[in-house]
């Protein structure tokens, strides 16, 4: 992970072989096709970032959403 202070972010960088990055587009398309997730998702990721605290404490507080949701999204794309 490559970090910047200004502007502020967070570049995750994959190898070729690396999986993360279909899981992360087979979620994109997910909630771009369906609102009702991605109004879950959204009211999930402001609920966790209303609780301060470290990175890791939001990602723990978004992950039961965001993994079912996930799961959904990848049971639905295979065939």
Do not use: C
């Not at 879950?40 to 609920?47: I, L």
């Not at 966790?48 to 993994?67: D, F, P, S, T």
């Amino acid at each position: 992970m490559l970090r910047s202070a200004d502007p502020r972010a967070n570049v995750h960088v994959f190898g070729p072989e690396a999986t993360e990055p279909v899981r992360h587009r087979v979620f994109r398309d997910w909630l771009r096709t369906h609102p009702d997730d991605r109004d879950r998702y959204a009211a999930a990721k402001r609920a966790a970032a209303a609780g301060g605290g470290h990175v890791m404490e939001y990602n723990a507080r978004k992950q039961a959403v965001l993994r079912e949701i996930l799961v959904r999204a990848i049971e639905a794309s295979v065939p």
